[in-house]
C-alpha cells in the first residue's frame, strides 16, 4: 500500500465456529473482490488462525476518507453478506474506525 497519509481503518475482528461447506470461505473472497473495486479502497491485511474450537480472525482494511467507508457499509452486496454473517457465522465481532496519521516500514531507517 502507497503512504497515503492521512487515511483511514477499519478493524474487523470475529469469532466463528468453523463449519466445511457453509460457503464463508467464498463470500470472504467476494467481499474482498467487491471491497477492492470501491472508490476510496487502499488496501487490506487478514489473518485467521483456530482458537479452541473456532476461528478468530482479524481484517484490516484501508480507505481514503470516512465516506468511502460509509459507502462500502452500505453497498447492498456487502449489506447482504452482513446479515448471513450475523445469523449464520460470526459468534462475535466487532468493528473499529481510527484514523492513520503516520505509517512507515521495516525497509526505512529511522534516526
Do not use: C
Not at 7 to 21: D, L, M, N, Y
Not at 69 to 94: D, F, M, P, S, T
Request: hydrophobic share 35%; no cysteine; net charge negative.
Amino acid at each position: 500500500m502507497e503512504n497515503h497519509v492521512p487515511h483511514f481503518a477499519v478493524i474487523f475482528t470475529s469469532k466463528r465456529r468453523p463449519q466445511e461447506g457453509d460457503g464463508y470461505p467464498e463470500m470472504a473472497a467476494k467481499m474482498d473482490a467487491l471491497a477492492r473495486e470501491q472508490p476510496g479502497f487502499l488496501g487490506v491485511d487478514s489473518v485467521s488462525s483456530p482458537v479452541e474450537g473456532t476461528i478468530s480472525a482479524i481484517t484490516v482494511s484501508y480507505w481514503q476518507d470516512e465516506e468511502s467507508i460509509r459507502a462500502w457499509k452500505r453497498n447492498l452486496e456487502h449489506l447482504l453478506a452482513q446479515k448471513r454473517g450475523k445469523e449464520n457465522w460470526y459468534l462475535h465481532y466487532e468493528v473499529r474506525v481510527a484514523k492513520v496519521e503516520r505509517m512507515y516500514s521495516g525497509d526505512e531507517i529511522l534516526e
